[in-house]
């Protein structure tokens, strides 16, 4: 009977402790996923940026920009 409380107290302690571990990954993932929100907002600011450059370029080579210079 001794052997069996003992066992039992062992698998609480695990499982406490697997419950922290739990826990700190659930944390680690929230932040992870704040962090990949982030860098995905900055690479649509970058990809806007150079289809705006890219849109000016060709725009120039066009010659559009020589008929704004009019208005």
């Known amino acids: 009977m001794e052997q ?3 066992s ?3 698998l ?3 499982v ?3 419950e922290e571990e ?3 990954l659930k944390d680690t993932s929230a932040e992870l996923r704040i962090t990949l929100d982030s ?3 900055n ?4 990809k806007w940026i150079a289809i705006g450059a890219g849109a000016a370029v ?3 080579q066009l010659g559009l920009t020589a008929i704004l210079k009019f208005f």
């Open 22 to 24: 739990i826990k700190l």
């Open 16 to 18: 406490d402790s697997h």
């Open 8 to 10: 039992v107290t062992k």
């Open 58 to 60: 060709f725009a120039d």
């Open 43 to 46: 690479l649509k600011q970058i």
């Open 12 to 14: 609480e302690w695990r």
């Open 39 to 41: 860098i995905t907002l």
């Open 4 to 6: 069996i409380k003992d």
